[in-house]
């Protein structure tokens, strides 16, 4: 049974740095394109940060890029989010999915994700 399972999560303060991992079990990064969405309080899913399953190139929402990093780790079979500069509004709670060959569009659609993580909570405060 694939699965995901994210953690990291917590309370920081506006401008601040978290670091989310993401450890996927019964299935190999290495044929899957990575990706983390969030669920702010009241609001739909959204696409954050994704990494391809070819060439691990990263893809980033315009709302996170230049703070946000996503990096893999293929021997440990691990996907990481690491925040900076936070702000209140990145509060959400954090999922991490994957999707078989993904790479380019199929990243940012929620729809085209073949496991999902449970998720971790990140709240900033101002």
């Known amino acids: 049974l694939s699965s995901a399972a994210a953690s990291g999560g917590g309370l920081v303060q506006a401008g601040g740095s978290l670091r989310l991992s993401c450890a996927a079990s019964?299935?190999?990064?290495?044929?899957?394109?990575r990706s983390w969405f969030r669920q702010a309080p009241g609001k739909g899913r959204e696409f954050v940060a994704g990494v391809n399953w070819v060439s691990a190139t990263p893809l980033y929402a315009e709302s996170v890029k230049d703070r946000f990093t996503i990096s893999e780790d293929r021997t440990t079979n691990t996907v990481t989010l690491k925040m900076n500069n936070l702000e209140p509004k990145d509060t959400a709670v954090y999922f991490c999915?994957?999707?078989?060959?993904?790479?380019?569009?199929?990243?940012?659609?929620?729809?085209?994700?073949?496991?999902w993580g449970k998720g971790t909570l990140v709240t900033v405060s101002s």
């Open positions: 019964g299935h190999t990064i290495n044929d899957y394109g």
């Open positions: 999915a994957a999707v078989k060959y993904g790479t380019g569009w199929k990243l940012r659609d929620e729809d085209a994700m073949n496991i």
